[in-house]
């Protein structure tokens, strides 16, 4: 099979619109611990304790250079 052809996983780690918590401003990194993501789609930030709400995301999207996050 051709891994070229394969749909990207949906997940924080190839998503625009989530960053690691420990990117974000003080006082927000200090919880990177208990979420380790950090979602942009809406206009208040969203901590993720757990990436599983992104598989089903309406609003996914892939990040536009292809990189994923650390």
């Known amino acids: ?3 070229t052809k394969l749909k990207p ?3 924080a ?5 989530a960053e ?6 003080a006082p927000e990194w200090t ?12 206009a208040v930030p969203m901590h993720l304790e757990s990436t599983e709400v992104c598989e089903e995301c309406p609003r996914w999207e892939a990040r536009p250079d292809g ?3 650390p």
């Open 1 to 3: 099979m051709d891994p």
């Open 9 to 11: 996983q949906k997940g």
């Open 13 to 17: 780690h190839n998503c625009k619109w």
């Open 20 to 25: 690691p918590t420990l990117f974000e401003p």
């Open 31 to 42: 919880d990177a611990e208990r979420a380790p993501w950090t979602c942009h789609r809406q």
């Open 67 to 69: 990189n994923r996050k």
